[in-house]
């Protein structure tokens, strides 16, 4: 495809590729850039050999060949979807050969202050795709046909849209030159800091985004002006570099929206076969992110083909359909994964007067229409023209068609109606409440934003509801502060007992804040088999298992360590002193919840217990070299260890 071939190292930052000295060296290139996107790829239709890879950048990544395969199939439309003009949708792919490398402090900062479903992908790419297909006698198969794709670690996909539809179009007029430019320009952006307003200029443009935090409050946009008020031009405002509408991306199955909730709760496989990869992308990444503020632990893909490479591990009838979402536009995989449980098939949006309110309302059909942006009405705080690249619908008069549920023996033509099929019944009663909410929003023509809002909110509030009891209960398996001591190990967290848990829900459950009525039991029980109980518990645990240390380092930094020294031999000293140090390192290394003070005392601890000890000890524990490369104990090799007991 390209002269990028060969799994090599992932990416030689440094274009000498000269060692390090032990004096900090200046910023590697592109590590700016390195913290948004991993690369740039232009594809292209190439008669001999179809979907080609024209150019990478920067030229210094490198991709695997199963990796470049990925990229080219999915980075077009199939032939189903006979998409003109210009398209924008998304993929997620397995990353090959292993990590590059340990990960950057800066990842690892990063990803400690954003919320777990937000933080950047271990073992996956997203691919954000800008495909033009247009009329073009010049070329031989009479189509100009060519993707650009910005390939990251991070989910956000709201601002790799709208950045796609900024640098795109100028890029299909004036290609590689301009490309080089915009990655450029990309290398100059801050790197993305958790709970910052950041302003993002490219191409004559500043984008303004707020990045998401742990510490901001959910259903929220906090973005605020960042101190830039005479800065020119005008930024763009994004309120979101996550959130899809998920009104419009719902919009044929609101009445279904909360069975879907609980598939994705539960990790149910699921096909999503819709006419467009702009279609099925949206639908996959609102589904997935329905369940936040949880993460989703299951894989997903937005736009999945019959030539990628997990197809057959995916499509085979030797054992259960794996925890997978896809995303799909061939309706060959109707026939392909027919036995699947749960299948969703959606339609292309009516146009005005072919539809009607399906819903549990009952009310008369109502009407709505196309509502196409005008590209010429951008100005100043308004998101730049092209990141939908749907139109909008403008519903008159009631919710749009809604698809049916139906039984998945009913599924077996190609020409499959729009519908769920599944068998799946849903342990909670339907939140009719709702659907007339929505109803009379869209009858006070009340604006898209504020009905996505509306939804988002009520499903995240179906989350919290869900979660609650599980962080009460859990809460409860932390032991109390009082019985953290300085020199015994500290206590250890209590086992997760099912049992124990669900006879809480009768005294501590859902029903304190939700008012919905149903088998909550049912669901938790299904719910402990699921990835997403094992994923939420393990992350858990670990923030405890965290807060218990940093707990731990607090007692001993309060303890007078030097009375406890008087009586010890040097042999326990020295002891005291390789833990010490090496709790030390484990806190700073982790990013533990310690205060700085604490560190500090922490430090002044190990001098004075190495200040204590004969010349030739202290040689040997802080040689020379250590001290100038500033190397802990974790270098030598030591395991996490209590700290001595008095005797």
Not at 7 to 15: D, F, H, Q, T, W
Not at 327 to 347: A, E, M, Y
């Amino acid at each position: 495809m390209d002269a990028l071939s060969g799994a090599g190292p992932r990416r030689a930052r440094c274009g000498l590729g000269a060692p390090s000295s032990g004096a900090r060296a200046p910023a590697a290139p592109w590590t700016r850039f390195s913290a948004w996107l991993e690369c740039v790829c232009v594809v292209t239709f190439d008669l001999e050999l179809g979907q080609a890879l024209e150019l990478v950048y920067p030229s210094d990544f490198r991709l695997t060949d199963k990796e470049k395969n990925s990229i080219c199939y999915l980075s077009f439309p199939d032939s189903h979807s006979g998409c003109l003009g210009d398209t924008q949708f998304s993929f997620r792919i397995r990353q090959c050969g292993g990590q590059r490398g340990p990960w950057s402090t800066d990842d690892r900062h990063y990803d400690s202050g954003a919320p777990v479903s937000l933080q950047k992908e271990s073992s996956h790419y997203f691919g954000y795709v800008y495909f033009r297909q247009v009329k073009d006698s010049s070329v031989k198969r009479g189509y100009f046909q060519k993707s650009l794709v910005l390939v990251s670690r991070l989910p956000f996909v709201r601002l790799f849209q709208a950045l796609l539809s900024l640098i795109a179009p100028e890029y299909f007029d004036k290609l590689a030159p301009c490309l080089e430019a915009v990655c450029n320009e990309i290398d100059q952006w801050p790197a993305p800091e958790p709970g910052q307003t950041l302003n993002l200029p490219v191409v004559g443009v500043v984008l303004q985004v707020h990045i998401p935090s742990r510490a901001d409050k959910p259903a929220c946009s906090p973005l605020k002006q960042c101190g830039h008020e005479n800065l020119l031009p005008t930024p763009l405002v994004l309120s979101s570099v996550y959130e899809l509408d998920l009104f419009r991306c719902f919009q044929p199955v609101l009445t279904h929206v909360q069975m879907l909730w609980e598939l994705m709760l539960l990790g149910e496989p699921l096909v999503v076969l819709a006419p467009s990869p702009t279609v099925s992308s949206e639908m996959v990444l609102a589904l997935t992110s329905c369940l936040q503020p949880l993460k989703f632990c299951c894989d997903y893909r937005p736009y999945f083909t019959i030539h990628d490479s997990e197809f057959k591990e995916f499509t085979t009838r030797t054992q259960a359909p794996p925890n997978v979402v896809l995303g799909v536009t061939n309706p060959f995989f109707i026939k392909t994964l027919q036995h699947w449980p749960h299948i969703l098939r959606v339609g292309e949006p009516k146009l005005s007067g072919e539809a009607g309110l399906a819903s549990a309302q009952g009310s008369q059909g109502g009407r709505w229409g196309w509502a196409l942006g005008d590209p010429h009405r951008e100005g100043p705080g308004s998101e730049p023209a092209g990141t939908d690249s749907r139109p909008r619908l403008c519903f008159l008069g009631g919710l749009p068609k809604q698809v049916k549920l139906k039984k998945p023996s009913r599924l077996k033509t190609l020409d499959t109606k729009p519908g769920l099929y599944t068998a799946y019944t849903a342990h909670l009663h339907r939140d009719k409440a709702l659907l007339k909410r929505l109803l009379g929003g869209l009858q006070k023509k009340r604006p898209p934003g504020a009905l996505a809002a509306l939804l988002r909110t009520h499903l995240l509030e179906l989350t919290q509801s869900f979660v609650f009891p599980l962080e009460h209960y859990m809460a409860s398996l932390m032991p109390l502060q009082k019985s953290i001591t300085p020199w015994k190990a500290p206590p250890q967290i209590g086992p997760f007992h099912q049992e124990d848990f669900l006879r809480s829900l009768e005294h501590a459950g859902p029903q304190l804040t939700c008012i919905l009525k149903g088998d909550w039991l049912g669901l938790y029980r299904r719910f402990f088999k699921s990835p997403h109980f094992d994923g939420w518990y393990r992350q858990r645990r670990k923030e405890m298992a965290h807060k218990l240390e940093a707990l731990h380092l607090e007692a001993i930094c309060e303890a007078n360590i030097e009375t406890w020294m008087k009586d010890k031999s040097e042999v326990e000293v020295v002891d005291l002193a390789l833990k010490l140090r090496e709790k030390l390192v484990r806190a700073q290394g982790r990013q533990l919840p310690v205060k700085e003070e604490t560190l500090h005392r922490a430090r002044l601890y190990v001098e004075t217990v190495i200040g204590s000890l004969p010349k030739d000890l202290q040689a040997v524990l802080c040689p020379p070299q250590d001290r100038a490369e500033g190397r802990g104990p974790g270098a030598w090799g030591l395991g996490p260890a209590e700290l001595p007991s008095p005797q």
